[in-house]
Structures are given as C-alpha cells and as structure tokens.
C-alpha cells in the first residue's frame, strides 16, 4: 500500500495542474463560509448570521461551501490524476514494468481515499477553529454536537473523486474527461430528472441521482427552513434524508469504481 502511494504521489507532486488545483481547494474551503457575514437578511427563524460560524449549525454551512471546492477542485484532482497517465504513457509504462492492471487501480482508489482523508482533516480543523472562536464558552460537546457532519463530509469527497475516476478511467482524453464531469454535475443530471420524472415518473427515485445524493449529504441548510423549499408540487420528500443520502453515495461509489475497473481491465492501455 505505502509503496503505491508513494509511486502515485511521485507522478503528480510537480504537475502544475494538480497543484492548482490543491491550492485553491485548501484556500477556498476555509473562506467560502465567510462570505456569509455579508447577509443580513435573513429568513425568518434565523435571527442573525452568526449561525453561520457556531456550534453546531456551523457544520451545515461550512459544509456547503466547502462542497463546492470538492466538487470542482478534488473531483478534476481524480480525473487529472488517470488521464495524466494516458496522456504521458505511464500506464503502459507501468503495467509493463511490473505493476499489474489491479495494483495501477488500486493506486488510484488509495489515492482517492487519502485526498478524502485529509480533506476531511481540514474541514474538521478549520470547522473546530470557527467554531470555538465564535462560540462563547463552547465545549468539546458543543462542538461535535453535529460530528455526524464530518462523515458525511468524507462521503462527498469520495462521491465526487470517484465520479471523477470513472470519467477519467472510460473516457481518458483529458479535455473530454473533463467536460463530461463538469457537464454532467451541472447541467445533465438536472436536464435528466427533468425529462424523466418531473414529467413522467414524479416521484422520489428523482433524488437518488449521484449528483444529487452528494449534494443531499451536505445541502444548503436554508432547505431546512419550510419557506426555502421550491413550492412545486410534489408528492415526496424535496431532500434525502442524511442516511438516504449517504447510503445512496456508497452505492454510487461502489458503481463507479467498479464501472471503473471493469474499463481499465478490458481496453486496451
């Protein structure tokens, strides 16, 4: 295990790409959440904005502005970091010089799981460290009231980095890898749960899409609030519940690393 990921880690250390990438994700996520010391008005039964910053509703929103640095910084990071290798024949290089075709995936997945990880570290530091300065007289258990919040948050990093492999291990030209990924999180998953339930289906499978299973886990906690909610009529639930949504996450995980895998042990490298 440490000598993939010490191979992993030796291929992308100096891409320039990848360390955009990591920079903007370690200076947005902290900052994001300080945006919301611009609002003041407020819906009703949130008396001020300080619930953006204490324990516990801190976790909610922290959450939600770092989801999207994940989605954009971490989920490109796991593309990059597959087709990189086609791009520059490493994989070939690899399998050929020792590595089996199991090993070379099983670097990614380790990789993913460690990005997952210490991103995961920095949500909780950086949500420790709001919390407790702007929350007077907080203890340990005010401040992981909400810990469940910090799981959830390693399951959106995963969500979304193996989305990210699975467009980089089927596709693997960069420029198309990457516009699916983007493509699909934006704008298709939407244009799909249009045409296909709000029109034909109505009802609640439309929340259980991968993009919306990870968004469900960390949602904009005004959503909470019932005058937040979209007044279209519908007959179910409008979020997933956070063990709907985390189950649904795991499950999409597993699809794409496994849809993954099936790709890279099929084609041709």
């Known amino acids: 295990m440490i000598r993939l990921l010490k191979l992993e880690y030796s291929k992308w250390k100096n891409n320039s790409v990848i360390g955009i990438l990591v920079f903007l994700y370690v200076i947005m996520m902290p900052t994001l959440i300080f945006l919301g010391k611009q609002f003041d008005n407020l819906p009703n039964g949130m008396p001020s904005n300080d619930v953006f910053f204490e324990f ?54 380790l990789s993913v799981i460690v990005i997952s990880i210490l991103a995961t570290l920095l949500f909780t530091v950086v949500g420790l460290v709001i ?7 907080a203890s340990l258990s005010d401040a992981f009231d909400n ?19 699975f467009c980089g291990f089927v596709l693997r030209r960069s420029g198309v890898a ?7 999180i934006i704008v298709l998953e939407s244009i799909l749960k249009w045409l296909i339930h709000f029109q034909l289906l109505n009802n609640s499978s439309v929340n259980f899409y991968p993009a919306n299973s990870f968004e469900d886990l960390m949602p904009l906690p005004l959503f909470h609030f019932a005058d937040a909610i979209p007044k279209k009529e519908m007959s179910f639930d409008f979020l997933l519940t956070y063990t709907e949504a985390s189950i649904s996450t795991i499950v999409w995980i597993i699809v794409f690393l496994g849809l993954s895998y099936w790709s890279m042990t099929r084609r041709d490298i």
């Open 56 to 109: 516990p509703t801190m976790w909610g929103w922290l959450g939600y502005a770092a989801s999207w640095p994940v989605f954009f910084c971490l989920g490109l990071i796991a593309v990059f970091i597959v087709v990189n290798e086609v791009s520059y024949k490493t994989m070939r290089q690899n399998v050929m010089t020792g590595l089996t075709r199991k090993e070379f995936f099983v670097a990614k997945v």
């Open 131 to 137: 919390g407790f300065v702007h929350t007077q007289g």
């Open 147 to 165: 810990s469940w919040s910090i799981g959830r948050f390693f399951l959106l990093c995963m969500g979304y980095m193996s989305f990210g492999l």
């Open 178 to 184: 990457v516009l699916f990924y983007l493509i699909y």
